[in-house]
């Protein structure tokens, strides 16, 4: 990487100097400058070494001004020049030449070789349709599956369904109150039909409070294998995966084979990890009214003040549990996977901590297994209120999806009337279905979103349609030039250059965004690259250019097509032949 080879000949560099040599080893950045003026790189590198020598002599800029000019006149300096800038970063130019050889190079994504990694994501909960707020852990966590697979990891992905639990017990029982019991109805049934039966079922049990008694006698004969519930259930399941499917395959995201797995899947692991509980000291909590208990687990040598519930007074299961079965599972079938990481909401935060601490506790996970909470924010409603299937204010996906290509059906029929009629259906599923995706994945994965629906239909501006387009202009240009040998034949003007440098930085972008498990970053980048091409074209002369020029200029829009595609495909977005 980039980084790490400028970082290794700073050391080199710092090391002729007798004064600095004894902190060489000391961490320093090498990161972007804050204006591209100053360089293509920079260092803090006189900030670290002014304040380990604490000799007012040797302030940050003085140190800057000693190592750029050693560095400057180095064999360094032939490709790679150095500047320093007030307060005291030292900046690093590369030459013309030096930036086409990095962009040929091809990338070595080698800090995932040989690392196994588990990534669960999307978890919908079944008798529901997948709405808008399921959007963000699906395709959040599809990102990392693509980013993870490109920089060179071994990628186990899981979807950690929620077919288990008190939801199914209302369910269950409002179909018998409804219905009756013949349960061949069910098989008609769709995952709406479901969905409205579980609102009807909040509504109803208001006012009738023998359906919350139902509905707890059911999930008990659920959960002890009742022939007629389980056979509900299993109606239920199979109409909702169905659904699921359909999305999944609309958006082209798959999960490794056998990991798309209930909470069913881990019910009878859950008196083993009880019985692991006992073993490390798990006590009875306060009584409930009727004098049952809850079984506890202390996690306070984690820092955790709250205890993690294992069993509830009732004795039935709470989430904590069916999810310590599933990491005590998963970590026996991938003994060799070094991170676990769950793409679930900020609100979970504390259950996951419980989880993976109590994890630890019970020896399921070691030192050497990190599990990682991959946060992201809620979308919210446009009050600022999160959608919920119970009060029926969820949006669902499939039509927020729908009216995406709607709208870009609408747009491409006034920008290309000329598109025939199966070609406009393509290009109208590829831009709409990239337009939602560019508009969750193009923010930090953290903050909250409140829909709109005018934001989101919107391709103006910093758009995923923007770059699409950025794409298919330069390809077209490059198809009617129709030259097969372009390379490096001439200096750099000053859009090809900034083109050049966005371009080179394409692995260092990776390695952050996977650091920072932050697909955003790589969207602002696919975004730069589309401003540079589109910047090269509009700035310099293409057709007209002498040989040489023509030449570079096709080369730099080649690398860039690559790049922008390359990046929007880790983002789950195609790109059309037309637009």
Same mark, same amino acid.
């Given at each position: 990487? =980039?980084?790490?080879?400028?970082?290794?000949?700073?050391?080199?560099?710092?090391?002729?100097?007798?004064?600095?040599?004894?902190?060489?080893?000391? !961490?320093?950045?090498?990161?972007?400058?804050?204006?591209?003026?100053?360089?293509?790189?920079?260092?803090?590198?006189?900030?670290?070494? #002014?304040?380990?020598?604490?000799?007012?002599?040797?302030?940050?800029?003085?140190?800057?001004?000693?190592?750029?000019?050693?560095?400057?006149?180095?064999?360094?300096?032939?490709?790679?020049?150095?500047?320093?800038?007030?307060?005291?970063?030292?900046?690093?130019?590369?030459?013309?030449?030096?930036?086409?050889?990095?962009?040929?190079?091809? #990338?070595?994504?080698?800090?995932?070789k040989g690392q196994k990694v588990f990534i669960e994501?999307?978890?919908?909960?079944?008798? &529901?349709?997948?709405?808008?707020?399921? $959007?963000?852990?699906?395709?959040?966590?599809?990102?990392?599956?693509?980013?993870? /697979?490109?920089?060179?990891?071994?990628?186990?992905?899981?979807?950690?369904?929620?077919?288990?639990?008190?939801?199914?017990?209302?369910?269950?029982?409002?179909?018998?109150?409804?219905?009756?019991?013949?349960?061949?109805?069910?098989?008609?049934?769709?995952?709406?039909?479901?969905?409205?039966?579980?609102?009807?079922?909040?509504?109803?049990?208001?006012?009738?409070?023998?359906?919350?008694?139902?509905?707890?006698?059911?999930?008990?004969?659920?959960?002890?294998?009742?022939?007629?519930?389980?056979?509900?259930?299993?109606?239920?399941?199979?109409?909702?995966? &169905?659904?699921?499917?359909?999305?999944?395959?609309?958006?082209?995201?798959?999960?490794?084979?056998?990991?798309v797995r209930g909470e069913s899947y881990y019910h009878?692991?859950?008196?083993?990890?009880? @019985?692991? *509980?006992?073993? @490390?000291?798990?006590?009875?909590? !306060?009584?409930?009214?009727?004098?049952?208990?809850?079984?506890?687990?202390?996690?306070?040598?984690?820092?955790?003040?709250?205890?993690?519930?294992?069993?509830?007074?009732?004795?039935?299961?709470?989430? +904590?549990?069916?999810?310590?079965? +599933?990491?005590? $599972?998963? +970590?026996?079938?991938?003994?060799?996977?070094? #991170?676990?990481?769950?793409?679930?909401?900020?609100?979970?935060?504390?259950?996951?901590?419980?989880?993976?601490?109590?994890?630890?506790?019970?020896?399921?996970? #070691?030192?050497? /297994? =990190?599990?990682?909470?991959?946060?992201?924010?809620?979308?919210?409603?446009?009050?600022?209120?999160?959608?919920?299937?119970? !009060?029926?204010?969820?949006?669902?996906?499939?039509?927020?999806?729908?009216?995406?290509?709607?709208?870009?059906?609408?747009?491409?029929? !006034?920008?290309?009337?000329?598109?025939?009629?199966?070609?406009?259906?393509?290009?109208?599923?590829?831009?709409?279905?990239?337009?939602?995706?560019?508009?969750?994945?193009?923010?930090?994965?953290?903050?909250?979103?409140?829909?709109?629906?005018?934001?989101?239909?919107?391709?103006?501006g910093d758009t995923s349609a923007y770059i699409q387009?950025?794409?298919?202009?330069?390809?077209?240009?490059? &198809?009617?030039?129709?030259?097969?040998?372009?390379?490096?034949?001439?200096?750099?003007?000053? *859009?090809?250059?900034?083109?050049?440098?966005?371009?080179?930085?394409?692995?260092?972008?990776?390695?952050?965004?996977?650091?920072?498990?932050?697909?955003?970053?790589? *969207?602002?980048?696919?975004?730069?690259?589309?401003?540079?091409?589109?910047?090269?074209?509009?700035?310099?002369?293409?057709?007209?250019?002498?040989?040489?020029?023509?030449?570079?200029?096709?080369?730099?829009?080649?690398?860039?097509?690559?790049?922008?595609?390359?990046?929007?495909?880790?983002?789950?977005?195609?790109?059309?032949?037309?637009?």
């Amino acid at each position: 990487m =980039i980084t790490h080879l400028l970082a290794e000949k700073l050391k080199k560099v710092v090391s002729t100097f007798s004064e600095f040599s004894e902190f060489i080893e000391e !961490d320093f950045e090498i990161t972007m400058p804050r204006q591209s003026s100053y360089g293509d790189w920079s260092s803090n590198i006189s900030f670290i070494l #002014s304040k380990k020598l604490r000799n007012k002599d040797y302030t940050p800029l003085k140190i800057s001004g000693m190592i750029s000019q050693k560095w400057n006149n180095s064999d360094f300096g032939k490709d790679i020049t150095t500047n320093f800038a007030a307060p005291g970063f030292l900046n690093f130019s590369f030459s013309d030449l030096y930036l086409s050889t990095l962009i040929d190079s091809p #990338s070595q994504y080698s800090f995932g070789k040989g690392q196994k990694v588990f990534i669960e994501f999307s978890s919908p909960n079944i008798a &529901k349709e997948m709405h808008v707020g399921h $959007i963000r852990s699906t395709v959040i966590g599809a990102s990392l599956v693509r980013l993870a /697979n490109a920089c060179g990891f071994t990628v186990f992905s899981a979807n950690h369904i929620g077919d288990w639990g008190t939801p199914f017990g209302k369910l269950i029982a409002q179909y018998i109150h409804t219905y009756g019991r013949d349960i061949s109805l069910a098989h008609t049934f769709t995952i709406a039909q479901w969905e409205k039966l579980y609102v009807a079922w909040h509504a109803e049990s208001e006012l009738n409070k023998e359906l919350i008694k139902n509905a707890r006698m059911w999930l008990v004969k659920l959960q002890n294998g009742d022939e007629e519930a389980v056979s509900l259930w299993r109606e239920i399941k199979e109409t909702s995966m &169905k659904g699921f499917q359909d999305i999944y395959d609309r958006l082209e995201i798959v999960f490794t084979d056998g990991l798309v797995r209930g909470e069913s899947y881990y019910h009878n692991v859950i008196p083993s990890v009880i @019985k692991d *509980a006992l073993s @490390k000291g798990a006590f009875e909590g !306060d009584p409930a009214p009727d004098g049952t208990r809850p079984f506890m687990l202390d996690l306070s040598e984690y820092g955790i003040a709250q205890p993690i519930m294992l069993r509830k007074a009732d004795g039935g299961y709470p989430y +904590a549990a069916t999810d310590l079965a +599933a990491l005590k $599972i998963r +970590a026996k079938e991938f003994p060799d996977v070094t #991170s676990f990481l769950y793409v679930v909401g900020n609100e979970q935060s504390l259950h996951l901590q419980q989880v993976f601490a109590g994890a630890h506790k019970l020896g399921y996970i #070691s030192n050497k /297994n =990190i599990c990682t909470h991959v946060k992201f924010g809620r979308i919210l409603g446009e009050h600022g209120k999160k959608f919920s299937t119970r !009060d029926g204010t969820a949006i669902r996906l499939q039509e927020l999806l729908n009216r995406a290509v709607e709208y870009a059906r609408e747009v491409t029929s !006034d920008k290309n009337p000329s598109l025939l009629p199966e070609e406009r259906e393509k290009v109208s599923e590829i831009l709409g279905v990239g337009a939602v995706l560019f508009a969750d994945l193009g923010q930090h994965r953290t903050t909250d979103i409140t829909f709109a629906w005018d934001s989101l239909l919107d391709f103006s501006g910093d758009t995923s349609a923007y770059i699409q387009y950025a794409v298919v202009r330069a390809t077209s240009v490059v &198809k009617k030039l129709n030259k097969q040998d372009v390379f490096f034949d001439a200096p750099f003007s000053p *859009a090809g250059r900034a083109l050049a440098v966005t371009l080179h930085r394409k692995e260092w972008v990776w390695s952050i965004a996977w650091r920072d498990y932050a697909p955003h970053l790589i *969207a602002e980048w696919a975004m730069q690259v589309a401003k540079d091409m589109t910047n090269l074209y509009h700035e310099t002369s293409i057709l007209k250019a002498s040989d040489s020029e023509q030449r570079t200029r096709l080369y730099l829009l080649k690398n860039g097509i690559n790049a922008a595609t390359s990046a929007l495909q880790i983002l789950g977005i195609k790109v059309p032949d037309k637009m």
